[in-house]
C-alpha cells in the first residue's frame, strides 16, 4: 500500500539548533517527494520537492532534503533553526503527473526553544 | 509563483445550513483540482479529485451527495457542504497543479467550518 510514515509527532529544538526531521514512504511507482508546512490556521506552502536527479534538494527559508532510495526516505533538514520555523511539517508523495493527488504523512509538529 | 485562492477563511453557521467554499487558480489554468480534509492534529485526507468539465472523483467513504463538487472552469472549483452538522465542522483545503509533470501542487490557505 502507498504511504508516508513521518515518526516524530512532535519535536523540539533550541534556536540555532540543526534539525532533522524524518521521512519515510511506501510507494509503488517512481516517487514524486515533496515537503510543505503549515502554520497554525493556514494553508500549506511548498518548502522543496524531488522526482530525479540530485538526492540533495535545496528549498526555501534555507530548508534541504535528502532523497535515499536504498532507505525510502526523504528527510528534511536545516542548519541553524530560527524561532519562525515553529509550524507543522508535512511529508508527501505523489506522481509525477498532473492530476493525481499526493498522500500525506500525518505530520510532525516543531517547536523552537529560545 | 502559482497562487491558489480560497474563499471564504472561515465559516461559522448553524446545523442544517448549506456551506459553499471556492477553490481559485488566480494565474494559471488547473484542469484538476482537489479537496482535502483536515481534522485537528491530524494529516490532510483526500476527499475528492474535482476534473474540469465532469463529474468529481470521490474518495470511499465520502459522501458524495453530501460533498456536492462543481468544477465550472479552469481556474474555479466549489465544495459545496449540504445540510451540515457538528461532525462537518473541520478544515478543508483544496489545491491545484498547473499541469505538466514537473509542477507541484499549490494549496489554497484553507476553510475552517464550525457548525454549531
Known amino acids: 500500500a502507498q504511504s508516508v510514515t513521518q515518526p516524530d509527532i512532535h519535536i523540539t529544538v533550541s534556536e540555532g539548533a540543526s534539525l532533522e526531521l524524518r521521512c519515510n514512504y511506501s510507494?509503488?511507482?517512481?516517487?514524486?517527494l515533496f515537503w510543505y508546512v503549515q502554520s497554525p490556521g493556514q494553508g500549506l506552502q511548498l518548502l522543496l520537492k524531488?522526482?530525479?536527479?540530485?538526492?540533495l534538494v535545496q528549498g526555501i527559508k534555507g530548508f534541504e532534503a535528502e532523497f535515499k532510495r536504498s532507505q525510502s526516505s526523504f528527510n528534511l533538514r536545516k542548519p541553524s533553526v530560527h524561532w519562525s520555523d515553529a509550524a507543522e511539517y508535512f511529508c508527501a508523495v505523489g506522481e509525477y503527473q498532473a492530476g493525481t493527488a499526493l498522500i500525506f504523512g500525518k505530520g510532525t509538529t516543531l517547536s523552537v526553544s529560545s | 509563483g502559482a497562487v491558489v485562492s480560497q474563499h471564504p477563511s472561515r465559516v461559522i453557521c448553524k446545523s442544517g445550513t448549506s456551506v459553499k467554499i471556492e477553490c481559485r487558480s488566480l494565474d494559471f489554468q488547473a484542469t484538476t483540482m482537489f479537496w482535502y480534509r483536515q481534522f485537528p492534529k491530524q494529516s490532510l485526507m483526500l476527499m475528492a479529485t474535482s476534473n474540469e468539465g465532469s463529474k468529481a472523483t470521490y474518495e470511499q467513504g465520502v459522501e458524495k451527495d453530501k460533498f456536492l463538487i462543481n468544477h465550472a472552469s479552469l481556474t474555479l472549483s466549489t465544495l459545496t457542504v449540504t445540510s451540515a452538522h457538528p461532525e462537518d465542522s473541520s478544515f478543508y483545503i483544496c489545491?491545484?497543479?498547473?499541469?505538466?509533470?514537473?509542477?507541484?501542487?499549490?494549496f489554497g490557505d484553507g476553510t475552517r467550518l464550525s457548525i454549531l
Open positions: 510507494y509503488g511507482a517512481t516517487p514524486y
Open positions: 524531488y522526482f530525479s536527479g540530485d538526492t
Open positions: 489545491s491545484a497543479s498547473q499541469g505538466g509533470g514537473n509542477q507541484p501542487q499549490h
